[in-house]
């Protein structure tokens, strides 16, 4: 079976040196860690915004990035969704816009903005579409951002922290809605946090990382969820 | 934290140019009034408004052609690493350190017909780039440039790199970053950039008497009216005009530009 994602990369910054190997098939694989560990470069690595010394990337068996063979496939055409620690929105256009934006399919502008509609109205965004960012809380905007984030139909969605800007009530509700979105979604993630119970709640797979280097890797166990009966409560937008 | 909503947020693009549009225009009006109340003849319209609507047809183009290119270059400088980076850096800045005689020196050398260079451009162009609008037009855009450029350089480099980011990963080519993301977050250093440029243009004087030739009809902006005038009854309705101009329009651009504190 292809691998999600396939990743052996090594960079070197002043003196912080990176170089670490993992694969991971699909749901969610954290990358845990204390802060400066390398997990947010290793996220820019994949998704083509800094170039690594040497290396592979492979997302879905397709190879995105291979230092030996110069190939470097732009950011663009990697067909990755990110969702930043605070959003990072395009403060002049709306939730619903902002979304739209991402969304690669569909025949112009009012379809595009169907699919958004749709997706803000899977992360429990639907009340505030059209409001701009700066009206937003910081966990209305990370719901935007996490619809913008799968918008596009990604081979991958990676979170940088999606979560640590948020207070503890708004992060647990964050935390399940993350889960169950991507996993319904069926779009395999990687997910940086420092926060172990971030890690646990959200993560199929977690991967320690300290000082550059993959230290540990460990799958989480989940009881399976049971067939047929009540489908799971849905997700509030009160964050 | 808590933020003031300013005028300029309850207005929209239209709105606003119609603000800007109509301070100048009761700075106009007001100038003239006064004007023709403390003169009591209102014979100035003739010797004013020759000027002050050839200085309009010379700065509004040259504010745009300034624009584009200041915001082009200013795109490159700030985005891009190529050879000749420190050269348009260098040419960019150079209307603002050198005098606008030598500019205007320079320009004349280029353009007039009779050297190399003019002469191939006004073959070009089908007529002569000296001692008409064109020239004038020429000039207050490489005044205006420099501050189009260093404007839109600036707060292009002052744009969050997380966002462009962020746009390229959800599929949008990089022009379409340059033109949905990166310009419009920097869209109020640009309007403060072409505002200057802007004013830059209106109140070119040096190098537009060299390639201009202060042309009564033909080449005199309101800049040079002002000189010519300064031995005629007019000058102090003309210079009441500008000055009411200028601080009406500076009210309406403070007004707009009164952004969220």
Sequence with gaps: MTAALDVALTRRIGAFDLDVAFTMESGISVLFGPSGAGKSLTLALIAGLIRPDAGTVLINGRVVTDCARHIHVSTQDRRVGMVFQDGVLLPHRSALDNVALAVRQGDGRRARRAIARSWLERVGAAEFVDRRPGSLSGGQRQRVALARGLAGEPALVLLDEPLSALDAKVRGELRMLIREVIVSAGVPAVLVTHDAEEAEETGDLIIAYDDGRVTGRRVVERPTPPTGGDPPPETGASA | ????????????TKQKIVVIVAAVGAGFGLGFGIAHLLGGTIAYWGVVSGPFLLTLRVALPATVIAGVTGIASG?????????????LETIGSLPIILPPTVIGYYLLETLSPGTQVGGFLTRVVGHDLVYNVTGCIICSTVAAYPFCLRAARASIEGVDPRVEQAARAMGLPNWRVALSVTLPLARRGIAAGLTIGCARALGEYGATLMVGGDINGKTRTLSLAILDSFTTPERNAMLLILVLMAITAMVGVGLLGRART
Excluded: C, D, E, V
């Design chain 2, 1 to 12: 934290m808590k933020r003031k909503i300013g005028l300029a947020w309850s207005l929209g």
């Design chain 2, 75 to 87: 795109y490159a400088l700030a985005k891009g690493r190529f050879p000749g980076r420190n050269l």
